[in-house]
Every structure is written in structure tokens, then in C-alpha cells.
């Protein structure tokens, strides 16, 4: 029986010694000592060990190792040592890996609901990005579970400012202005706003702000802080284009592989994780801004006339996002609106 993804529950980061961990184990149930773990998981991110989606998913394999009682270790490959962020769900699919974490939207092609994660201006604040959540889970389980993929939890970014070297006012503004784009909801604002589209890879943005290539970009604080982004661009607009999530998830195929006790642990484990990095997300989030201030970035709310600019895009765009993605999935939108207050 493979496993099914649980609610979230609170939960604080797991810091236990040798000695707790083998209590834990205890209280579970669960058979094992302290020797070397019987099986090991491999557990690969694209993303730095430095960010606190990593530091968090570090916690959550730590915990969870602990809880099968020594059966089971989980070995976290981070920077894409072990797999590139394109390759993660398809080893997961093919079971190849056990354990991985992605970013939501760079998966929207392959399963059109995750695109869902990157609709812009639509949500205000956090509370508007966890409901988003609530509403899709069911259906982003469903798409991957018919591919063999078990989603586990998902984490935020801060929301996404918009960054930009020049003052904005309008929409129109954007227009000619090289815009630095990562997935297919900035390709489609880039060309509707008539900015130029630079497609720039992370490793590749604070060069690419340095030199002037990239001129206007939607990104979180916590990006803005890694790439230096006061380097070229001086105005940090609070838009709140959409707050994407990073997920993860393990193989069906693993998951299958673990006894109803180590499932369960694991659904445990993950709920938790989950609810302590939207805390961490958000605590990201203050730290980035007040560091972004401190290098003389304005922060700044934007403009009536941007502001409803970026709505109407922002409906033009959800309004394409329904026609393509069908009937059934677009309900998910309609679901948000409805319980939005």
C-alpha cells in the first residue's frame, strides 16, 4: 500500500542526540538499534545547503531516519550533486532515487496543475498563498501519484517582488527593458508587459545584474539577498506576484518498499516539516528585507496605476491558465476565489 499524504501538524525542528533518537524510536514501535542503517535513501535538491528549504528537509530526513530505528538512513545530496532539478521527478518516477525536492512551476508542462503555484496577482498575502495550497493539494497528489510519485510536503518562498533597476509607474514602463525570466509564467509577463526576455539561470543572476543584462526580474527577498541585487537594481516593488512553493516528494516505488509503522512516521514527519517551513519562510523573508534596506534598496509599494496593470494581467493570465489546463483542474481556481474572504 503506498503511502498517502497527510494534513499538516505543528511541530518544531527536531534536535535530538544519539539518545533521543533511539527513544523516538521506542515510542514508535519500531524495531533497530544504533547501527548502521540496513537501507539507505538518497535524497537530492538543486538547491544550496545555506537556504532554509534545505536546512529544513535536512531536519526532516534526520527525524524521520530516527524514527525507523536505525532501519532506514537518508543521505541529502544538495546543489544538485545527485540530480539536476529537470531529472528529480523522472528519477522518482523510474525509483532510481528515493526522496526529492523540486520547484513547483518548473514542472507545469509535464503536470499543468503545478502551474497553479505561479499564477500571478492573485494571491495578498500569506494566508491567500496557504489556502492556494489547501485547494490544490488534492490534485497535485492525484497528478503525481498516476505517475508514481508520492508528494510528501511543500514549502514556500517568500512572494515575489518585482525588481527593478528603473522607476516604475506603469506597466508600459517594462516595455524594451530586459527581463530576466526562469519559467513560463515570467516568459508570458515579460512579453506581455514588451520587456525583452533574458532567459538566466540562478548561478548566472548576480553576474547578469552586475553587468546590466538583466534589468527588471520577479524574485523573493531571499534571491534579491543571494544575488546581490542591489548591485544593479535599486527599486524593490512589494507586488506580490505569487508566492511559489518548492515540494517533496518520494517514489511510489520506495514508498511501497516501508512497513505501515515507517509509513506512518513518515507522513508524520513531513507534516511537520511542512509547518515549520512556512514559518521559516516567512521569518526568511523579514531577515531578507531588512538586509536589502540595509544596501540601500527602496522597498517600496507600488504605484495605483501598476498596481492595476498587474491585475488585469494577472486575470488575463489565470483566464489562459484555466482554457489550458481543462475543466477538471481549473476548478481548483475557482475553489480559491470561492473560499478567498
Known amino acids: 500500500m503506498a503511502c498517502m499524504a497527510g494534513d499538516s501538524g505543528d511541530g518544531l525542528a527536531w534536535r535530538g542526540t544519539r539518545r533521543t533518537v533511539l527513544g523516538a524510536a521506542a515510542a514508535w514501535g519500531l524495531a533497530g538499534s544504533a547501527r548502521a542503517a540496513a537501507r539507505t535513501w538518497r535524497f537530492a535538491t538543486a538547491y544550496a545547503d545555506g537556504i532554509y528549504h534545505t536546512q529544513n528537509l535536512r531536519a526532516f530526513a534526520e527525524r524521520w531516519a530516527g524514527h525507523t530505528g536505525g532501519a532506514i538512513g537518508v543521505e541529502v545530496h544538495a546543489n544538485a550533486s545527485l540530480a539536476k532539478m529537470p531529472d528529480i521527478l523522472p528519477a522518482l518516477q523510474a525509483g532510481s532515487i528515493e526522496l526529492g525536492e523540486v520547484y513547483m512551476s518548473a514542472y507545469a508542462k509535464q503536470f499543468p496543475v503545478l502551474n497553479f503555484d505561479a499564477l500571478p496577482f492573485i494571491v495578498r498575502h500569506y494566508d491567500d498563498a496557504r489556502l492556494m495550497w489547501q485547494v490544490s493539494r488534492k490534485e497535485v497528489a492525484e497528478a503525481l501519484a498516476a505517475q508514481g ?3 510528501l510536503y511543500a514549502v514556500p518562498w517568500p512572494p515575489q517582488a518585482l525588481l527593478s533597476a528603473r522607476r516604475l509607474a506603469r506597466l508600459a514602463d517594462l516595455g524594451g527593458l530586459s527581463f530576466r525570466v526562469n519559467n513560463e509564467a515570467t516568459q508570458r509577463i515579460a512579453e506581455l508587459a514588451k520587456g525583452r526576455p533574458v532567459n538566466i539561470s540562478a548561478a548566472d543572476l548576480e553576474a547578469a545584474i552586475r553587468d546590466k543584462r538583466a534589468e527588471v526580474m520577479l524574485t523573493s527577498s531571499v534571491t534579491a539577498v543571494d544575488c546581490k541585487a542591489w548591485s544593479g537594481m535599486k527599486l524593490f516593488y512589494d ?56 544596501h540601500q534598496m527602496a522597498l517600496e509599494l ?7 496593470d498587474l491585475a488585469k494581467l494577472g486575470e488575463k493570465m489565470s483566464q489562459e491558465w484555466a482554457h489550458a489546463a481543462g475543466l477538471r483542474t481549473s476548478l481548483v481556481l475557482l475553489d480559491y476565489f470561492r473560499l478567498r474572504s
Open 149 to 151: 510519485i508520492q508528494l
Open 302 to 308: 507600488p504605484e495605483f496605476e501598476l498596481r492595476r
Open 239 to 294: 507586488v506580490n506576484a505569487w508566492t511559489p512553493k518548492n515540494m517533496v516528494c518520494a517514489s511510489r516505488k520506495a514508498c511501497d518498499s516501508l512497513t505501515p509503522a515507517q509509513r506512518q512516521a513518515l507522513l508524520a514527519d513531513a507534516a511537520e516539516a511542512e509547518q515549520r517551513g512556512w514559518a521559516l519562510a516567512q521569518q526568511a523573508d523579514e531577515a531578507a528585507r531588512r538586509m536589502l534596506a540595509a
